[in-house]
């Protein structure tokens, strides 16, 4: 079992940047893969960026170069770091864990474990 606990979320104007955290309890994180997602109101839930246990990434079109996933294995933490925010990335982020592991996924299906989210706004 793991537990995730997400936190750094905010009110940042458009063009700023925030730093998403991810801190685990219950297992190391380095034996899953481990994903990012995001949920506006009134929208689905979509993928936003994944790191897979033998430390691959996969990022959506719309936040690469912008968005960077990490991981601190020392203190069993994932992050997102978030550049040149836009309005239209207002939403709840969530961290997940996928037991799978050694690829990215992007269907959130695949995760078992998730986070309880952080709101994150960006104003314009």
């Known amino acids: 079992q793991v537990q995730l606990v997400e936190s750094g979320g905010g009110l940042v104007q458009a063009g700023g940047s925030l730093r998403l955290s991810c801190a685990a309890s219950?297992?190391?994180?380095?034996?899953?893969?481990m994903g990012w997602f995001r949920q506006a109101p009134g929208k689905e839930r979509e993928f936003v960026a994944g790191?897979?246990?033998?430390?691959?990434?996969l990022y959506a079109d719309s936040v690469k170069g912008r968005f960077t996933i990490s991981r601190d294995n020392a203190k069993n933490t994932v992050y997102l770091q978030m550049n040149s925010l836009k309005p239209e990335e207002t939403a709840v982020y969530y961290c997940?864990?996928?037991?799978?592991?050694?690829?990215?996924?992007?269907?959130?299906?695949?995760?078992?474990?998730w986070g309880q989210g952080t709101q994150v706004t960006v104003s314009s």
């Open positions: 997940a864990a996928d037991r799978g592991g050694t690829v990215v996924v992007t269907s959130g299906s695949a995760y078992e474990y």
């Open positions: 790191l897979s246990r033998i430390g691959g990434t």
């Open positions: 219950g297992r190391t994180l380095s034996s899953y893969a």
